[in-house]
């Protein structure tokens, strides 16, 4: 069997309207390289060496879409920075809940430890992005910090925010105040609620935060997750 180098896949996912995809993947860095409205409607969108491709389906539901992608990326941190920052300038906000959203990188149990992120596009396409390398993290030790990374499996991977939220509430509970992994599963509760609509419950647990001793990385997350609940 004779190999083939330079193979391209390129993920074909269905939408609403594909004007709306484009002003939403515009924002993100693509450009429209394609695009038609008859006989069917589709667009494609291309950032660097990433293409994807949608078609626009009559009557179709976003909140019920099974479409999904993974996308891997040498330098996580770096594209979800620059996603916020298109969101931000396009929206005024990153959107935290609703259709579309994106999320913040975390490390992933179900992923062997890769730290990831997700964008659920205006279609309700989950586009998984992952880095190439893996973490380089010590691994989940307290309880809390298991509890904390079961919950980012059941909402970033299941889409289950409120067991998700159940999860780390039950673990928060009976947390010691000097857990290491306190932190970051608050600041992870925190952005739950904002996916939750809770702006209140998010708020308070950001006072909590604002009272407590943390990195330079994590004031800068309260930072951003404030603005955008604004």
């Known amino acids: ?3 083939m180098a330079d193979e391209i896949a390129i993920p074909l996912l269905p939408c609403s309207s594909i004007d709306e ?3 939403f993947y ?3 860095g693509f450009r429209t390289t394609y695009r038609q409205l008859r006989p069917n409607p589709y667009v494609a969108m291309q950032r660097e060496d990433l293409q994807l491709h949608f078609f626009g389906m009559p009557g179709f539901v976003p909140a019920d879409s099974y479409g999904t992608c993974a996308v891997l990326v040498p330098d996580i941190q770096a ?4 996603f916020a920052a298109g969101l931000r ?3 005024g906000k990153v959107p935290l809940s609703g259709i579309p959203r994106m999320t913040r990188p975390r490390p992933r149990k179900n992923n062997g430890g890769v730290t990831g992120f997700s964008v659920v596009d205006p279609g309700g396409n989950w586009i998984r992005i992952s880095a190439l390398a893996p973490s380089t993290s010590a691994g989940a030790e307290s309880r809390l910090a298991v509890s904390l990374e079961n919950a980012v499996v059941m909402a970033d991977s299941h889409g289950d925010h409120r067991q998700a939220a159940r999860i780390l509430d039950t673990a928060l509970r009976k947390a ?3 857990d290491p ?3 970051e ?3 992870y509760r925190a952005e739950l609620a904002a996916t939750l609509d809770e702006t209140d419950k998010s708020l308070d647990i950001v006072k909590k935060l604002s009272e407590m001793e943390l990195t330079a990385e994590q004031r800068t997350q309260i930072a951003e997750l404030t603005a955008d609940l604004s």
Request: aromatic content about 4%; proline content about 4%; cysteine-free.
């Open 1 to 3: 069997m004779v190999g």
């Open 21 to 23: 995809m484009a002003d």
């Open 26 to 28: 515009s924002a993100l």
């Open 79 to 82: 594209l979800h920075q620059q």
């Open 89 to 91: 300038a396009r929206f």
């Open 176 to 178: 010691p105040s000097d």
């Open 181 to 183: 992994a306190l932190v």
């Open 185 to 187: 599963a608050l600041l």
